[in-house]
């Protein structure tokens, strides 16, 4: 199906020219393996800057990979996203607004400074004013009526309403030291000497959007790292970084170009570690207007009346459309499978049945026809140029599926910063976006994505195409007080359900990540894309 | 010459304003800088708290007075991203940039004139030719291309360069500088030179044109006619007739390196002002935008008023006045 001559034209775009032509540049050589001796140091290569490394000041992952590896959570969670006990050892809801944790004793910060539930009162006090804060992780703490210390290592958390998502938010709050931190500020923590945590690493030194070096800490209470010293550097281009591993100048990698697997794959001397992601690429409709939509006209060219976007049949036309396996094989070069839902396999309140659409693009017109648009519509689709991997050329693609099944589509790729206004604001028709659950469960995504905008419950934020539907908010919000986890998970589940038989968004794919390495070295990857050091150690160490 | 450096500073504020007014309404133009900062979790009332932090929810024309006042005193504002003041971060990743750019700077020079002053003297030489031709492509070749190459051949093949970074680095007068370690020159090297290929080839360029054109000059003639020996008339009475365009040109050159080396700054993972600024654009960081072309504004002009002293010191005809 996919031989059709219109595919050639995305391989001849200039963006994809340039990536090519880097990653023809960084691989087009083979080169003479260096002599592997295993000091204690690793030196990583990183491809988003960290902006901070105060805990509480920005939330953005490369943030939280550092202060992952500085600091420590009550909770936090494995590489599968899963809830694990960290600074404390256990919790419990003991009634519908009170949890429970009991702390780990005989925790250290890097200071020696002991690491007690006063820490935790004063950290949850912490993190709501810290000046500044572009991002703050306040909304884990808000929920938060009241923090009783019963002992030393005992805390209870006293909530407004029933609150299941206590331990599951935890894990994003780094927990500070009473004494060491008191005056801290985000210039301390960038500076150095307010950098010292409960975690396996301790900073040495940190220069601002260039590298950050670390030592091994003696008070770490978990496994001991296999590492002495750590040398994380930050290389946003991605040919360097390539190279960069290539040279030797650095062992391990993270965000591998999918232009370049293949080829780093064949390499005698590398070895690469993939884990399926959470980050879900998905289109939004415009679901905003009844009446005609800015980017959706008749074949002539004329405003519909109505917006067609609104019709569940169209809707699910267009997702009929489109050849998910096409776009993960021939443009992700495999490093995506297809969506059907929010979350891959395996994720708590993942749906078992409910499967990527079908490719069917005679359906689709069939769908189309009964819809009332027998001659289809035309439509802009839009999307970002640098956000996400391969995202023009995946907007591209879709573009000549929708026309062969008869909506003709116009494809504008913007750079993020001006497209992402635009879809705030409700400029758009339809549009390709992304979603990482950094919490693993499908209660985030659907509270986000797909709730009805609602300013007071703070749902909906991020639901740009404004999607809503009184049912789905219905069992969201019965699924938000139930504090059982069987009977929430079916929820839930019913919840996404009703979403995507809606086809409130429509799903492509969920995103692989991929570090990569020389070979000799082991590392568990994450599915929420943290590049940290105590994931790495020597392929012959035991795990 | 008083009245002329005065008109100068004038001219500066002036132009300095119109840009920062320009980088105000540009970044608001672009987008919002909230939706790239924050996190995609926070709801509506961490977003509205956010907005109001950063000062955002004033109207624009406030905002620019607030950062009017502010930078009056001194104060150019804070980063969003990094809550650090913007000239403190632009100040601290300017020794990077300035080393590669001197260094970038000097090779041109050293490399460019004699090359320039032979295909000039001697322009039917096979040597001449070949020089001019690599000078074509010096100029012709992509900087990231050649960077990449670069990387490719001296640290991914043969391994004798540091394929990306800064090297070691020590402290002077509060600043850190690698050009003064072996290990921080040899992470310097390949950056430099890529820098300085376009450069390189100008200055040839410039310099043979001007060989070529200063030799059939009168007074060439007449000083060969003097019976002068050739050296004496090639380094004392071409050479420093032909060096005012040449050193308008690397001013200029010098300024836009540092400025604008983001490419290259890119490719080495160099941690440069241009790469602080391709970053800040990125993220719509605003104070770190306005600081940093302010700061550039400033620096251009300087070394415009530094050329134009040259020029006088160079050619006794030119005077510093106060009109144009």
């Known amino acids: 199906m996919l031989a059709s001559p219109g595919w050639g034209f995305w391989g001849m775009k200039m963006g994809w020219c340039f990536r090519a032509a880097q990653g023809a540049a960084v691989l087009a050589f083979s080169l003479v393996a260096a002599p592997v001796g295993w000091a204690q140091t690793l030196t990583m290569g990183v491809g988003a800057p960290v902006t901070s490394i105060d805990p509480h000041y920005h939330q953005l992952s490369p943030n939280t990979a550092v202060a992952h590896m500085i600091f420590s959570g009550l909770t936090t969670t494995d590489g599968h996203a899963r809830v694990i006990p960290d600074l404390a050892e256990s919790w419990k809801a003991i009634d519908a607004t009170t949890w429970e944790f009991k702390l780990r004793p005989g925790v250290r910060f890097h200071n020696g400074s002991e690491f007690t539930a006063e820490d935790v009162a004063f950290t949850f006090a912490r993190v709501p004013n810290v000046p500044n804060s572009p991002s703050s992780y306040a909304i884990y ?126 390499d005698q001397r590398l070895a690469l570690s993939e884990i399926t992601g959470l980050r879900l690429i998905y289109l939004s409709f415009d679901h905003s207007r009844t009446d005609s939509s800015p980017f959706v006209t008749d074949n002539d060219g004329k405003p519909l009346p109505a917006n067609p976007l609104k019709d569940a049949r169209v809707r699910r036309a267009l997702s009929m459309a489109i050849d998910r396996n096409a776009i993960v094989e021939r443009v992700m070069e495999g490093a995506a499978i297809p969506a059907g839902q929010f979350l891959p396999e395996g994720s708590f309140s993942y749906v078992p049945d409910l499967t990527p659409t079908r490719f069917d693009t005679e359906g689709a017109k069939r769908l189309l026809a009964e819809a009332g648009f027998p001659q289809g519509f035309r439509i802009t689709l839009h999307g970002p140029n640098d956000r996400y991997p391969n995202d023009s050329r995946i907007i591209q693609a879709i573009g000549q599926m929708w026309t062969r099944a008869g909506v003709r589509t116009a494809v504008e790729a913007q ?129 | 010459m008083t009245v002329f450096l005065l008109r100068r500073l004038l001219q500066a504020a002036g132009v300095v304003l119109v840009m920062s007014l320009l980088v105000f309404l540009g970044v608001y133009a672009i987008g919002d800088p909230i939706e790239i900062l924050i996190s995609p979790e926070a709801d509506q009332i961490e977003r509205e708290r956010a907005i109001k932090a950063l000062g955002l929810d004033l109207p624009l024309w406030q905002q620019y007075l607030v950062f009017l006042g502010n930078a009056l005193r001194g104060d150019l504002g804070r980063s969003f991203v990094f809550n650090e003041p913007a000239l403190r971060l632009i100040l601290d990743r300017m020794p990077a940039t300035l080393e590669l750019a001197i260094g970038a700077t000097l090779a041109a020079l050293i490399i460019g004139l004699p090359l320039g002053l032979y295909a000039g003297l001697r322009p039917s030489s096979p040597v001449s030719k070949g020089i001019l031709a690599g000078s074509i492509l010096g100029f012709s070749l992509p900087t990231f291309w050649v960077g990449l190459m670069l990387i490719m051949v001296f640290a991914v093949q043969l391994g004798w360069l540091p394929s990306t970074g800064r090297g070691e680095t020590v402290t002077i007068l509060g600043m850190r500088w690698s050009f003064l370690t072996r ?28 060989v070529r054109e200063t030799m059939l000059m009168d007074y060439v003639k007449f000083a060969r006619a003097k019976g002068l020996s050739p050296a004496r008339i090639t380094f004392i009475h071409v050479f420093k007739n032909i060096l005012i365009p040449v050193v308008t040109v690397v001013g200029l050159e010098f300024g836009g390196t540092i400025a604008f080396s983001v490419v290259t700054e890119s490719v080495f993972a160099w941690p440069g002002m241009g790469k602080l600024i391709i970053d800040s654009i990125n993220v719509l960081d605003r104070p770190v935008m306005v600081a940093y072309l302010m700061i550039i504004v400033l620096m251009f002009i300087t070394i415009n008023l530094l050329v134009d002293i040259t020029y006088s010191l160079l050619d006794p005809r030119v005077r510093l006045e106060g009109k144009s």
């Open chain 2, 183 to 210: 290990d921080g020159l040899a992470h310097m090297l390949m950056p430099a030179l890529n820098l300085s290929l376009f450069k390189i080839s100008l200055v040839i360029r410039l310099t043979r044109a001007g």
């Open chain 1, 141 to 266: 703490t808000r929920p938060i009526r009241e923090v009783q210390v019963v002992d030393a290592h005992t805390l209870r958390l006293k909530t407004a309403v029933p609150y299941p998502l206590m331990p599951t938010d935890l894990a994003s709050v780094m927990i500070l030291d009473r004494e060491t931190h008191a005056q801290a500020t985000t210039e301390g923590f960038n500076a150095g000497p307010m950098a010292v945590g409960t975690g396996p690493f301790r900073m040495i030194s940190h220069r601002n959007g260039d590298r950050i070096e670390f030592e091994r800490s003696d008070n770490y209470f978990g496994a001991r790292p296999a590492w002495q010293r750590v040398n994380y550097r930050m290389i946003t281009n991605d040919a360097a970084r390539t190279a960069a591993l290539l040279a030797g100048d650095v062992e391990i990698i993270d965000q591998v170009p999918t232009s370049d697997l293949a080829k780093l794959r064949n």
């Open chain 1, 415 to 543: 750079p993020w910063t001006t497209f992402v206004a635009r879809a705030g604001r409700q400029d758009l028709s339809s549009f390709l976006i992304g979603w990482g659950t950094s919490s693993g469960e499908g209660s985030n995504p659907l509270r986000n994505l797909t709730a009805t905008f609602d300013r007071d419950k703070g749902y909906g934020a991020s639901n740009r195409g404004r999607y809503s539907n009184p049912e789905m908010d219905r069992v969201l919000d019965q699924a938000m007080r139930e504090l059982d986890d069987a009977k929430r998970e079916a929820l839930l589940q019913q919840a996404t359900r009703i979403v995507f038989e809606d086809v409130g968004i429509l799903p492509l794919h969920i995103q692989k990540n991929t570090w990569a390495m020389r070979k000799g070295l082991a590392h568990d990857p994450r599915a929420d894309e943290l590049t940290r050091a105590h994931d790495v150690r020597p392929a012959s160490a035991a795990k």
